[in-house]
C-alpha cells in the first residue's frame, strides 16, 4: 500500500471520527516550540490555525547581538508566512490569544473574538520576571523582543555618544558603567559583547571620551554564573569575561534599582546603562487555564505534554513545567522548545488516527555559551570544550539551527567580517529625539 494511500485513509478516518471536518488544531505562538508543532503536523489530516501577535519567528538565542550591534533584526527574523508558505494545512493569524475556555474549547483573540479547536498547543513562550518588583523594568529593561533589543543598543551607544559631552569625569564614568543583572547565558554573552563593543568596535572613535575605559559588569546572585553548567565550565567562563575586563560579581543579591542606580545593599553602583537577565515568567495566559501554576506561571504537564485533566491541550515550551528523571524541571532553551513542539506535532498525529500518545524524552545534544570573539564555554556528552574550540562549535551550531537559507548566509557573513574588521555593522541609532 502507497504511502499516499494511507495518508487518504488516515485522513478519512480522522474526517469521520470528527463529526465530518478534520479535526481543528490551533497553536498559540510561533516560536521554536509553535512553529515545530506545525511542521511535525504537515501530513496530518487537520487544520491547523497558528497565532502570534508578531508576523515574524525570532532566533532569540541571538538577539543579544542586535543589542550589541552585530546583527540586524533582519538576520534573525523570518517571517512566519514564508517559513510555512509550502504547508497547506497551516492558517497564520496575525492576533493575540488573551485567555482560553477549556469547557468550551475556545480561545479567546484580542481582535477576532473566540476561536474554537479540538487540539490545542500553547506555546506562547515567556517574558521578563522582575521577581514582584515590576517597578524595575523601566530602569533595567529585559529583552525578549526585537523592540528589546534596539532599545538596549539605542541606549548604549548614546551612553557612549553623551559621554563625549559629559561635564565631569564623574559623569562621564557613569555613562560608561554597564550593569548586566543575572548571570546566565544572556547576561554572559551580553557582558562580553559590550565590552567587545567598547574595547573594539569603538575604538579611536572618539576625541574626549576613551570608549575602551568602560566598566561592565555583571551581577549574579547565586555563588558562580552560568550555574546550569559543571563548576569547571562555569569558572572557565568566568575567567575568560575577567580576562575581557568584565567584572563579574557573584553572592550578591540586587536588592533596589532606582535610575542610574544599582543597589546592593548598603553598596550603590552608578551605571548609564542597567539589563535585567536575572528571571523569566512564562506567558500570562497559562493562567487562563484553571489549572495549578508554579511560582513562574509555569504549567505542569504530564510526559505525553499535555494536561492531565485536558489532554488535547498541550503545553510545550518556556510556558510548561516536564520534570527529569533526576528530578529537575526541563531547562527553558532553545533546544528543549524545539524537541517538545515536534512532539506535540507528532502526538497530536498519532492520537488523531486513534494511536496513543508518546511519552516525551528529551534528548540533551549539549550545552554551550559564547562569551566573546575566541572565547566560549561547552559540554558535548561528557567532553567539556573552552575557549576557540568551544567558540567554533556555538558559531556552527547556531547558524545551523537558523529558520531560512538567507538568514544563514547574512548571519555567517556578518560574524566573519566582524571578526575581521572588529566593527558591528549595524551599531546605529536610529531614534529620532536623542535628547
Do not use: C
Amino acid at each position: 500500500m502507497t504511502a499516499g494511500l494511507i495518508a487518504g485513509i488516515t485522513g478519512l478516518k480522522a474526517f469521520a471520527a470528527n463529526g465530518g471536518r478534520k479535526p481543528r488544531v490551533v497553536i498559540i505562538g510561533g516560536g521554536f516550540a509553535g512553529l515545530n508543532a506545525a511542521k511535525a503536523l504537515r501530513k496530518s489530516p487537520v487544520e491547523i490555525t497558528l497565532i502570534d501577535r508578531r508576523n515574524h519567528h525570532l532566533f532569540q538565542p541571538l538577539l543579544y547581538q542586535v543589542a550589541t550591534g552585530s546583527l540586524a533584526p533582519s538576520d534573525i527574523a523570518v517571517p512566519i508566512r514564508e517559513l510555512l508558505k509550502s504547508q497547506k494545512n497551516v492558517k497564520v493569524l496575525l492576533d493575540e490569544a488573551v485567555s482560553i475556555d477549556l469547557a468550551a474549547k475556545t480561545v479567546e483573540l484580542k481582535t477576532r473574538g473566540s476561536l474554537g479547536y479540538d487540539y490545542l498547543v500553547l506555546a506562547a513562550g515567556a517574558s521578563h520576571s522582575y521577581f514582584g518588583k515590576d517597578e524595575w523594568a523601566e530602569f533595567a529593561p529585559g529583552m525578549k523582543t526585537v523592540e528589546d533589543a534596539l532599545a538596549i543598543r539605542e541606549k548604549v551607544l548614546l551612553a557612549f555618544e553623551r559621554s563625549e559631552e559629559a561635564g565631569t569625569p564623574e559623569e562621564r564614568r557613569a555613562l560608561k558603567t554597564f550593569i548586566i543583572v543575572g548571570g546566565g547565558p544572556t547576561g554572559v554573552e551580553l557582558a562580553g559583547g559590550l565590552m567587545e563593543v567598547a574595547r573594539e568596535s569603538l575604538a579611536g572613535e572618539f576625541r574626549t571620551s576613551d570608549p575602551s575605559e568602560a566598566r561592565v559588569l555583571l551581577i549574579e546572585a547565586l555563588p558562580r554564573i552560568l550555574p546550569m553548567f559543571p563548576e569547571e565550565l562555569s569558572q572557565s567562563a568566568r575567567s575568560q569575561l575577567e580576562a575581557m575586563g568584565v567584572e563579574v560579581i557573584n553572592n550578591k543579591m540586587v536588592t533596589l534599582i532606582e535610575e542610574g542606580v544599582v543597589h546592593l545593599g548598603e553598596e550603590t553602583i552608578k551605571a548609564g546603562t542597567i539589563i535585567w537577565s536575572a528571571g523569566v515568567a512564562a506567558n500570562p495566559i497559562g493562567r487562563t487555564l484553571g489549572v495549578p501554576v508554579g511560582r513562574g506561571g509555569h504549567v505542569s504537564i504530564t510526559e505525553t505534554l499535555n494536561l492531565a485533566e485536558n489532554p488535547e491541550v498541550f503545553v510545550i515550551g518556556d510556558m510548561s513545567s516536564l520534570m527529569q528523571a533526576d528530578g529537575r524541571p526541563l531547562p527553558g532553551i532553545a533546544p528543549v522548545a524545539m524537541q517538545q513542539g515536534d512532539w506535540a506535532g507528532k502526538n497530536i498525529a498519532r492520537v488523531v488516527t486513534g494511536e496513543a500518545p508518546l511519552p516525551f524524552a528529551y534528548k540533551n545534544q549539549g550545552s554551550m555559551a559564547t562569551i566573546g570573539k575566541n572565547k566560549a564555554i561547552a559540554q558535548i556528552g561528557d567532553r567539556q570544550f573552552t575557549g576557540f574550540s568551544a567558540w567554533m562549535m556555538w558559531n556552527a551550531v547556531h547558524v545551523g539551527k537558523m529558520a531560512g537559507f538567507r538568514n544563514r548566509i547574512a548571519v555567517a557573513y556578518r560574524w566573519l567580517t566582524t571578526y575581521l574588521t572588529g566593527r558591528r555593522p549595524s551599531a546605529l541609532i536610529e531614534a529620532d529625539d536623542i535628547h
